[in-house]
């Protein structure tokens, strides 16, 4: 049985902090052998939570230089004031240090409980446990690391050639459904090695998650946390542009489809998995607007 490993270009390393109540793995890293371009997709929730609104800042101005992603589950770090900015911040100044590169190039993910301020004693004393098993096989691990209520961890990948190279996209992902309250979160972190400038990284992945992500509902509540994360090395040597990003971004929505799938089948307490199929609308917007009344409708 094959390993599942990101795309080439990144390394792995999960491990245990003690933010977790049940002691499983509940910290993470995803490091990129240089600087690699980025894209994010966000909650629509008008509260957000301060991962979310420090990696959007971040990728606002740096979205062409970013090195790593750290992840911690157990801590929604939502709803936490200034004392959760800072902790963010310090995330990302805590991986940074462990991976020598400057904390801007850091991205922050959190899912867990809302309302609790992070520990983040725990999450340094994590860190530097895992930095030094940084491996390209540790991929699996990352993805056992950021669940929550998840019953088993999602991963997903594709290959397609591209400029005559082959070209490789690999992701993660986590959800679940909100409880205790809103205490589960929808977290993706997704990897290529082609070369795509940033705004054109930025416009697949918003066109993968319309496809994938925003067409999943498990209980018709957002979170504070919703985000996707889409990292892009470079080293296969192939360079996506405007001539063959359809191309590119057929493969990834191909790989968002599948962990939106994962994650509609492993919703909390669900026993069905339900498509809904709408024919005849006049534009796509209006399908994916009826599908989702339908499938939000309680009745």
């Known amino acids: 049985m094959s390993v599942f490993r990101f795309a080439p270009g990144f390394r792995a390393a999960a491990g245990r902090c003690g933010l977790k109540q049940s002691g499983n793995p509940d910290i993470s890293l995803l490091v990129a052998a240089g600087p690699c371009t980025a894209a994010g997709v966000f909650t ?6 301060a991962p979310v609104l420090y990696d959007q800042a971040l990728l606002a101005e740096n979205a062409a230089a970013v090195r ?3 992840t911690n589950a157990g801590c929604a770090n939502a709803c936490t004031g200034a004392q959760g900015d800072a902790a963010a911040r310090e995330m990302a100044e805590l991986a940074a240090a462990a991976i020598g590169c400057s904390a801007a190039e850091v991205l922050v993910l959190s ?3 809302i309302g609790v301020q992070l520990n983040t004693a725990k999450v340094a004393a994590g860190v530097q446990a895992i930095a030094p098993a940084l491996a390209a096989d540790q991929a699996q691990a990352l993805a056992e690391a950021i669940m929550t209520t998840d019953t088993r961890p999602k991963t997903a990948s594709a290959t ?3 400029e005559g190279v082959p070209v490789t996209v690999a992701g993660v992902a986590k959800g679940a459904g909100m409880i205790h309250p809103m205490m589960a979160t929808m ?3 997704i990897t290529t090695d082609a070369r795509v400038p940033a705004p054109l990284l930025q416009a697949a992945l918003r066109e993968a998650c319309d496809a994938s992500f925003n067409c999943v509902t498990v209980d018709g509540d957002p979170s504070t946390n919703d ?3 889409l990292l892009a090395s470079g080293v296969a040597g192939a360079t996506i542009g405007p001539a063959n990003l359809a191309q590119f971004t057929a493969v990834l929505t191909d790989v968002c489809v599948d962990l939106a799938r994962q994650i509609a089948a492993d919703g909390e307490g669900a026993t069905k998995f339900v498509t809904v199929t709408v024919s005849g609308a006049r534009a796509v917007a209006d399908a ?3 599908a989702r009344t339908i499938a939000r409708s309680p009745l």
């Open 111 to 113: 899912t867990g409980v």
């Open 227 to 229: 985000t996707a994360l």
């Open 160 to 162: 397609v050639t591209i």
């Open 187 to 189: 977290l993706s972190i």
């Open 44 to 49: 629509t929730s008008l509260v957000k939570a």
């Open 288 to 290: 994916r607007t009826i």
């Open 68 to 70: 790593a992603v750290i």
